[in-house]
Antibody, heavy 121, light 110 residues
């Protein structure tokens, strides 16, 4: 069965960097894009970007350009999201989510459990 | 990219029907049929309920239906049940090759 499992909660200081992992299993890893979505406390969902695990190509939301980097390790079926220059407004639950269909789709059907990131001095 | 506009809250009694609207622009909902809806219970990850405007994934109750007209998409839940109480988010692909979500609607089953 398809599973998407994220790394655990983190506490970071302002200005630091964050790296969250998302390990996939139960399907052909390279052919399903992975998206990252975050949710600040009590707020809505915000799309951050996506990675094509096959070639490693990425697409980032404009508001995160220059601060976010998504990578993958095909040998372990794991995707990573790194966010730099953290500020308090980055405190949120970060989710990875798989595309519903292969080779690029428009919906997210399998979600990780979420990773709570707290940015505080 | 501004968030899609949803009502902050809706409510209904068990057995009743409710509709949640999701208003975007010509750059997203109005141009693409790549509209989806997600249900999120407190402390849980979102769950895909509707994709491609009207389609239900396998396992989602047929009490959930959806439509789109112009720049506005709508989700209808009929025969409300206590377990439907959750937050609901719409999402659309955009002309900028990105995705945008609605602000979310809290559904209360009275």
């Amino acid at each position: 069965q398809v599973q998407v499992v994220q790394s655990g909660a983190e506490v970071k200081k302002p200005g630091a960097s964050l790296k969250v992992s998302c390990k996939a299993s139960g399907y052909t890893f390279p052919i399903y894009y992975i998206h990252w979505v975050r949710q600040a406390p009590g707020q809505g969902l915000e799309w951050m970007g996506l990675i094509n695990p096959s070639g490693g190509t990425t697409s980032y939301a404009q508001m995160f350009q220059g601060r976010v980097t998504m990578t993958r390790d095909t040998s372990t079926s794991t995707v990573y999201m790194e966010l730099s220059s953290l500020r308090s407004e980055d405190t949120a639950v970060y989710y990875c989510a798989r595309d519903k269909g292969p080779y690029g789709d428009y919906y997210f059907d399998y979600w990780g459990q979420g990773t709570l990131v707290t940015v505080s001095s | 990219q501004s968030a899609l506009t949803q009502p902050a809250s809706v409510s209904g009694s068990p057995g009743q029907s409710i509709t949640i609207s999701c208003t975007g622009t010509i750059s997203d909902v109005g141009t693409y049929n790549y509209v989806s809806w997600y249900q999120q219970h407190p402390g849980k990850a979102p769950k895909l309920m509707i994709y491609e405007v009207t389609n239900r994934p396998s396992g989602v109750s047929n009490r959930f239906s959806a439509s789109k007209s112009g720049n506005t998409a709508s989700l209808t839940i009929s025969g409300l049940q206590a377990e439907d109480e959750a937050d609901y988010y719409c999402s659309s692909y955009t002309r900028s090759s990105s995705w945008v979500f609605g602000g979310g609607t809290k559904l209360t089953v009275l």
